[in-house]
């Protein structure tokens, strides 16, 4: 059975993920807080950012850059998707 989180981002109780995404606080909040679901949101847009400000991730301020890219996704101000949001593609 899944481990199930409240999650912050989408507002319900969903499945979790099955590990900690990042070593170090952040990783360890996201995997207490966000649902498997929200953190594959979370991996398009890391793409995007990724691609956008065009970061080494073998660089610890290209590192930096994504971890408060993360943490803006997940927690910064109006970051929780609105309760009736239908992800793109799964649409009726």
């Not at 099955?18 to 949101?41: C, H, R, V």
């Not at 991996?43 to 950012?49: D, F, G, R, S, T």
Request: with cysteine; aromatic share 12%.
């Amino acid at each position: 059975m899944a481990r199930m989180v409240n999650c912050a981002k989408l507002g319900k109780e969903l499945p979790g993920l099955d590990w900690q995404p990042y070593p170090n606080e952040l990783g360890k909040k996201i995997y207490e807080t966000i649902s498997d679901q929200a953190f594959k949101m979370w991996l398009e847009q890391a793409k995007l950012v990724i691609n956008e400000y065009r970061l080494n991730l073998a660089d610890p301020a290209s590192q930096k850059m994504l971890y408060e890219q993360a943490e803006k996704f997940f927690f910064g101000e109006g970051a929780q998707l609105p309760p009736d949001y239908v992800p793109q593609g799964q649409q009726k």
